[in-house]
């Protein structure tokens, strides 16, 4: 009878090792197997809705900008944003807003062409061509630009500008 009992608590004790030890590390293998592939959807789905939230701020900084809307693009800005003007000039957030804001910087069209989006962890970087009709200061600035936007997230997850650039695109051989 003693060796029977023995026999039981033997297989008892390897059927309880296999349930504690051995399933576990069978389901850590199948998630470790499967992981990639639903790590590889789960990051293709966030970019494709990250890129579709950029596509709407970039409508909006549009209409802000189109309408000297001041309080939109402020929203939009993050508070260290930069600025590279077509000129050369450095331009800091309240620069941008007080332009615009005055009238001194005025659009009256602003026609986006060939928008691309790249991502880097929580920044994304935008390129795109504009035509735009505008002044600055009363002078004419009406033409092809290409220009660039660097998104950031922000502490509360938020896409902010935090720097943009522009470049008037040339016909070969024109000057300034």
């Known amino acids: 009878m003693m060796t029977g ?5 033997s297989n008892l ?3 309880v090792a296999f349930v ?5 590390l069978l389901g850590a293998l199948a998630l470790v197997v499967c992981a990639p592939p639903l790590q590889g959807e789960m990051l293709r789905v966030r970019k494709h809705q990250s890129r579709h939230q950029i596509d709407r701020l970039e409508e909006s900084w549009r209409s802000a ?4 809307d001041s309080t939109t693009l ?4 993050a508070d260290d944003y930069m600025a590279i003007t077509p000129s ?3 331009q800091s957030k309240e620069q941008t807003l007080a332009s615009l804001g005055s009238g001194t910087t005025h659009f009256t069209a602003i026609e986006v062409s060939d928008r691309k989006v790249r ?6 970087l935008l390129t795109s061509q504009a035509e735009i009709s505008g002044s600055i200061a009363g002078e004419d600035i009406s033409g092809s630009f290409r220009y ?3 998104y950031a997230r922000d502490k509360q997850g938020a896409w902010k500008i935090v720097s943009f650039e522009a470049s008037r695109i040339r016909k070969p051989g024109e000057r300034r």
């Open 5 to 9: 009992t023995a026999i039981n608590s």
């Open 13 to 15: 004790i390897r059927r």
């Open 20 to 24: 504690l030890v051995v399933l576990p």
């Open 65 to 68: 900008v189109l309408k000297a």
């Open 74 to 77: 402020d929203s939009l800005l």
């Open 88 to 90: 050369g000039t450095l």
């Open 119 to 124: 991502f880097y962890g929580t920044t994304a």
């Open 148 to 150: 660039t936007h660097v």
